[in-house]
């Protein structure tokens, strides 16, 4: 319920997406680039070949106001959505522009140019810090994008510039208002850096907040703890996912899944008219 193609920041295209689930023995796969739907039609396609289900989403890219970053996962949304593809484009910019003010920055200390991270990046692609990455990783300053992350990119390192993302509350909003079903991507993901204080939960539930992913390598064992207690507590969806990047993470496809129980219930709460595609068709 959580993969990323070469659209955004995966290595592999849609269709290999699609097809690496089939033979990883899935019955579904949800394709969930960042800030882009442009893949959805290719994975159709593919699904409607390996005869898979298909849940076409997106990960949402937030930011608090003090500077944590929130992905949400929308699922089913109308990806023709006026106001969502506004902030969609506004999010897209700022993230081209500061992809490349940091690459401005790290050329001074590293051989690595603009054009060499347009190189990491498909024509669709929503540009961002794994594409540096991946330039770093090939003039041989990192071994690979986590080493990269852990060092020269994290948040706070002399390289890092912060970019416009909207709030999370209005992510959810506007995720619903597309018909969408927003869940929290990876919420207590304490290796990832800081984690989002209880209250934006509550103010996230209250713009619309449909569950949470639970499941997820990142989230650490008092984290699941919480949420699956806050999902109870308020009758959120539950979910697992792998966060499947192809080789850009170490992060392989079931080794979280989600049940088609809960697939069919996201499905329910979606009033855009898009459903899952179930078997591809």
Known sequence: MHTHSDLSDGTTSPTEVVAAAARAGLDGVALTDHDTTAGWDVAEEAAAQHQIALVRGMELSTVTHDGIAVHVLS????????DLLAEIARSRNARYT?????TELLSADFPITWDLVKKQTTVESTIGRPHIADALVQVGAVQNRSAAFDSILRG????YVP???PDPVLGVEL?????GVPIFAHPKAKVRGRTV???????MLD??????????????????????DFAKQHDLLVTGSSDY????????LGEHVTSRETVEAIEAEATSGYTVLWNGR
């Open 163 to 165: 970019h416009y993302a």
């Open 245 to 252: 990047h192809g080789d850009g993470k170490p992060n392989r």
């Open 156 to 159: 706070g390192s002399k390289y």
């Open 98 to 102: 500061r992809a490349k003010r940091m």
């Open 175 to 179: 995720i619903r208002a597309a018909g």
């Open 75 to 82: 699922y089913l949304h109308d990806p023709t959505n006026i």
């Open 207 to 228: 713009a619309g907040l449909a569950g949470v992913e639970v499941y997820h390598r990142d989230n650490s064992g008092s984290g699941k703890a919480w949420l699956l």
């Open 197 to 203: 204080s209880d209250q934006l939960f509550y103010d």
